[in-house]
Structure formats: C-alpha cells, structure tokens
C-alpha cells in the first residue's frame, strides 16, 4: 500500500462513488492550487491531484485497492500515460493554465473579485452622487510592468521540461514498466525560468498598493446594495487581467430623517398654541427649507406630508417619496401667573370643568405610520 492513503487525500470514504470523487477533487484542487492559496501548498495540491489521477480511474483504483500504487514506482503496477495536469484541465479547463492537457502553466493569470465597504450619507442616497474609496489591492507593477522580469531581460526556456512544463518518469516494476507524468520541479510548471526577477514584485509581475477609486452611487440606494465596478479588483500574477470590486454600501444614521421604503420620517416638537390654532414654520430638507403648515387642533401623534421630497426611487429616478412630519405637542410645565390667569379664562370659557374624562376603546389615537411608538419613543427621550 501507498505511503500516503488517496482516500484520506481527498477526505472520501473507499467505496465513495465517482461522482463524489470529482466533487471533492473540485473543492480541494481549488483550495490548495498554488495560484490561489499560494505556493507553500504545491506539495499539498500535487498529492490531491495524485490521489485523483488514481481513484478517478477505474482500472488504477482497482489496482490500487489491491495494495499496488500505480503512481509509486516501488509498487508493482502496469504502465499507464498520463498525470494530473490533464486531470485538472478537464475538470476546469484552461483557468489554471493548463493547456491541451499537457502544456506549460501560463505565467498571465486573471486576478481575483475584491470587495469593499463603503458609507455614504442619507442625502447622497436621496439624490445619488459620487464618493471616494480608498482600498489596498494588487496592482501591475510598474517596475517591470508585469513581465516579473528585471529590466529588458525575459524568461528563458526551462532546460529541465524544454518548455513542456511537464516531465516524464519511467520505472520498471514487477508487472512492466510505468511511465508517470509530473511538473517540472524545476521551473515549477510555466516551462519557462525567470533567472533575474524585478526586484519591485520577486517575479510576480504584481504588487499590493492603496489606491482611490471612484464610486458613481445611484439615486435611492439603501443599506447593503452593491455596487460592482468592473476590472477594479485585483490585478492577477504576471500582470494578468484584473478581477471586479464589489462595494457594499452602508448609510449613515441621519440626525433629522429615518427612512423607510422612499419615505423620509421626522419628528417635530410644536407648542400647544400652535396646535390649538395652526400655524406656518420651516422645515429643513434635502431640498431646502420649506414651508410647513400646521393645521388647527393638530394632535400629538398627528402626522404632515410634503409630497415628492422624499427618496428617488432607485427603478424609476422621476419618483420620489415623500417626507411626513410628526408632531410632538408640548403641553407647558412653568406657567406665569399671568399665563395661568389665561388659561384658567381659557378653560372657563371651554367649560373644561364639565369635561368627562374618556377611556379604553372610547379613545383613540391618531393614525400614524407602522412603528410609530417606537419612533416616538426615540423622539421623546
């Protein structure tokens, strides 16, 4: 028996189907490819790719399930052609690198999505705008411009593979001769040697840097919309392709609206004049001030829209919501004796006296919008 137990490798139970065979080959080849988790795991990614260039193969599984590896040259087993590289590229064609099966890793690989957070302010998501994001990403290096090369020089043929990437073993065994097909140690699988790399990125043909980049945010975005600018993520190694950002956006708590839908929710304490006899006032909003009108015998909970000040409406930019006030009346706590003269007159003249206090289902309150006692709760304290 192997070493190294192919079942274990790919975390399969021995009489795993070849479907569930492939499917963990799939996640752990991803997890463990070189390009993707870097190169600290080729040994690990080289012994997945192993395991399954045996288990996916019926007439090598059997034989390995017998106790003879057909990939271990001190175990007895028939010949085979072949390895993992085209194991990988039938599975994920050509992403990786592989090409035809049997050709040279390419150095130019596409870069990763990247993905940022950014906040914004309610106005910004009423009307839309431009803002400014800051992020750390791979970029091109501009020393050597992605070629991972130190000045004018390039690449050479690996001696090793002659340029394949790829090199054979032949062993002889008890039951024949086997030949087994690897990448090249030396040059790693490009079939190609950087002997002077740029001293700026080691070869890679990238480097991390922070950079600004410009959101253009749409009128009527809410919290968690995202936003994906395309090729603004990661530049990928040599120079490849950059993948695309996506920005989460998050809206700042405002100090005078709360939004709900492409509504806009305020609060507003009045005194108890203004209630009892109406009155005009300005309100502050995105707009600019505007006129807000208070009618006669307004109550407390009493609510005033202003039509088509609200939220543009992220589907159609020439709707917008609207802004609704809520009242708060102010009942006065520190009376003068004069004041108090007055609203004893007041009451004289309203026979408040005679008054029958009601209750239960006798009273009812205004009707305001869904959540307003905890809305009023917040306004109260």
Same mark, same amino acid.
């Given at each position: ?51 399954? +260039? ?10 390995? #399930? ?16 072949? @390895? ?49 994001? #800051? ?10 411009? @992605?070629? @991972? ?73 809410? #919290? ?36 709900? @839908? ?89 026979? +408040?006296? #005679? ?22 709760? +917040?306004?109260?304290?």
């Amino acid at each position: 028996m192997a070493e190294s137990d192919y079942y274990e490798t790919l975390g399969v139970k021995r009489d795993a189907s070849q479907e569930e065979i492939k499917k963990a080959y799939r996640k752990l080849s991803r997890k463990y490819h070189p390009d993707l988790a870097g190169p600290e795991f080729e040994d690990k990614f080289k012994a997945v790719n192993n395991a399954y +260039d045996v288990l996916s193969d019926p007439d090598k599984r059997r034989m390995y #399930d017998m106790g003879a590896d057909p990939n271990n040259p001190n175990s007895g087993a028939q010949s085979f052609q072949g @390895g993992f590289g085209d194991i990988f590229t039938d599975l994920f064609g050509s992403a990786f690198g592989a090409a035809g099966g049997s050709g040279p890793i390419p150095r130019t690989q596409p870069g990763r999505d990247a993905r940022a957070v950014m906040d914004i302010d309610l106005k910004t998501a009423v009307f839309g705008g431009t803002s400014s994001l #800051d992020i750390s990403t791979y970029q091109v290096c501009t020393t050597c411009h @992605g070629t @991972g090369c130190e000045g004018d020089t390039k690449p050479t043929t690996c001696p090793e593979c002659k340029g394949r990437g790829r090199v054979q073993h032949v062993t002889n065994t008890l039951l024949g001769q086997m030949m087994s097909e690897s990448p090249c140690p030396h040059c790693q699988g490009y079939g190609t040697v950087i002997e002077k790399p740029c001293p700026s990125c080691q070869g890679h043909g990238r480097v991390r840097t922070k950079r600004t980049v410009t959101v253009n945010v749409p009128a009527g975005v809410d #919290d968690n919309t995202r936003i994906r600018l395309n090729k603004q993520g990661e530049v990928g190694e040599g120079g490849g392709p950059a993948g695309d950002l996506y920005v989460d956006i998050r809206v700042k708590k405002d100090d005078t609206f709360t939004r709900e @839908g492409n509504d806009l929710h305020s609060w507003m304490r009045i005194p108890l004049t203004w209630a009892a006899l109406g009155h005009k006032t300005q309100i502050p909003t995105f707009d600019g001030d505007q006129e807000l009108e208070i009618p006669a015998g307004a109550q407390t909970g009493s609510t005033i829209e202003l039509k088509g000040l609200g939220v543009t409406s992220l589907r159609d930019a020439s709707q917008r919501g609207n802004i609704i006030v809520h009242l708060i009346v102010e009942t006065p706590t520190k009376l003068t004796d004069e004041q108090k003269k007055l609203l004893e007159k007041f009451a004289s003249l309203r026979k +408040d006296d #005679d008054y029958t206090p009601k209750s239960g289902d006798e009273v009812k309150m205004p009707k305001s919008s869904k959540g307003f006692f905890g809305k009023l709760k +917040d306004a109260l304290s």
